[in-house]
């Protein structure tokens, strides 16, 4: 990856080695490369896209799909997006996720994940989670209003038909074959 901030979003797209694991993201004018998953990050994103798919038809979630939200490129940690938004072509996804999840990693900028999630939400993201397992809580953007902090039987919420998961039970897919 070209490591300048020459660079405007359409150049950076045409980078050979921007979907290289880990997948490099433009945020903020810049690329920055996402950290290595942990275990714990990994089964957390794992499960939860299983748990999500397997509540409903509707809305399909989906790891680590490029965004393109001019002027920045997310790859958040999980899309969740209707069904009909990610149509049959392969590529990245035209436009903010309907709801993203971001899986704080240990030593990962939180002010980096919160911007990304800021963007998306000046860009029609209608709820978006921070989930830091080291602290237990889950950090809430629903539209317009300021994050509210969710922790242990606090239910969160969802999009459309999905049911409601407490905090706890997202907490409990860091563990090996764990899904509520």
């Known amino acids: ?14 980078q050979s080695d921007i979907e290289s694991s ?4 433009w945020l903020l004018s810049r690329p920055i ?10 089964r957390l994103q794992r499960h939860l896209v299983n748990w999500i798919n397997a509540q409903t038809r509707s809305w399909e979630a989906v ?3 490029r965004c393109i939200v001019p002027p920045d490129s997310p790859v958040p940690d999980i899309v969740v997006v209707p069904c009909h938004r990610l149509g049959a072509t392969d590529g990245p996804l035209q ?7 971001e899986i704080r990693s240990p030593g990962q900028n939180t002010l980096d994940l919160q911007a990304k999630i800021l963007h998306c939400l000046r860009h029609e ?14 950090w809430v953007w629903a539209g317009g209003d300021l994050p509210h902090i969710y922790t242990a039987a606090d239910a ?4 459309g ?3 409601t998961i407490t905090v706890a039970e997202v907490m409990q897919m860091t563990a090996q074959g764990k899904i509520p």
């Open 22 to 25: 880990p997948a490099w993201e």
């Open 156 to 159: 969160l919420p969802t999009l």
């Open 161 to 163: 038909d999905l049911p």
């Open 33 to 42: 490369q996402k950290p290595m998953p942990t275990l714990f990050h990994s």
């Open 1 to 14: 990856m070209t490591q300048t901030s020459t660079l405007s979003l359409a150049e950076f797209l045409t």
């Open 63 to 65: 790891q680590e799909l």
């Open 95 to 101: 436009g903010a996720p309907d709801w993203l999840i």
């Open 125 to 138: 993201t209608q709820l978006a989670w921070l989930i830091d397992w080291e602290r237990q809580q889950v």
